[in-house]
């Protein structure tokens, strides 16, 4: 059976291969305020631009592969030296109360983390580039799908399901609609709801048979709708119950090796999120520790009996043993603006 402790490397084993691209390097660079605000407006553009492109496609506007790489390159750029930004901005779920078009900001979500992975992985920049790219467009099938049916707030029967499942064959006749459009762009389009057992859909391919950036955005994917709201779910699904759920999939759905370097690097706690100890004291995550993400650095703000601290403490849970994280804390609750 597929645990968490299993996919998680522990100290001391052997380091991962050497990277096109430094983790390191990614991870350096601290945001300054201005920066923020740089990269905050990069997500929103991206957003609005991949509405526009969306729109020109389903109005039978041909368009140029040229214009969507444009839409990623500085997401690409920023991200491999502010990756913990553009992730906390992907965990902002206060961008993406509104469920009525949530397809623009998950593209470019499922980009994001999909960087994250190629990153991981050790990509170049023109890899990432590429990567990015496909993944921005690998739902473009749904726009073929009725409001309706995607915005309806209950689970869908098999009848009701059905055309959905047939989005990824859609994707592929909008993608003529692009032009110089790579083969690794059909490839996410069409593939990325397969499963490596052949259980998925459209064609139940297996194993080597689907391509490796499909395998990528496949598991990206689930992760940002499981931690995101959506019409037929009240509220979403905490990020931690979220990596739990795709590892029950992990033997049958996932790419074992993808799925176990994902979590090697994956933010579990987010900048800005909130968390209980074990000791109970309350605070926010203000960043990460790469390689071992698990266990972040954290200000506390509430004691143990809920006493706010006059002054907060800092702690790096990768240097204090004997603490550890035991739940993290919705913010839909009410417990953000307090603290």
Known sequence: MVTLSGLMKKNGEKEPPEKKISIAEAVQAKPDQDSLQEIEEIYESAILHTKQIMDDILGGKAIEWGEIVQIVKDIVDKFIIKDEVFLSLVNNHARHESVSDYLYAHSVNVSILAIN??????????????????????????????????????????????????????????????????????????????????????????????????????????????????????????????VKMVIQEAEIGFDYKLLKTLLNYFTFYPINSLVVLNNNEIGRVIDVNTFIPMRPIVEIVLDADGNRLKKPKKIDLTKSHLLYIKKAIIDEQGLREPL
Do not use: Q, W
């Not at 006749?173 to 859909?201: Q, R």
């Not at 297996?206 to 598991?219: L, N, Q, T, W, Y």
């Open 117 to 242: 992975l190629g990153l991981a992985l050790g990509y170049s920049k023109s890899e990432l580039t590429d990567l990015c790219a496909c993944s921005l467009i690998h739902d473009i099938g749904m726009l073929k799908i009725s409001r309706e049916l995607i915005n309806k707030p209950s689970k869908l029967s098999e009848e009701e399901f059905a055309p959905i499942k047939l989005h990824p064959v859609y994707g592929l006749a909008f993608l003529l609609k692009i032009k110089d459009a790579p083969k690794t762009a059909s490839e996410v389009i069409f593939e990325h709801h397969e499963k490596v057992d052949g259980t998925g859909y459209p064609e139940g391919k297996k194993g080597d048979e689907i391509s490796k950036f499909a395998k990528i955005v496949a598991i990206v994917d689930v992760f940002e709708a499981l931690t995101h709201p959506r019409p037929y779910r009240d509220g979403r699904i905490m990020l931690f119950d979220a």
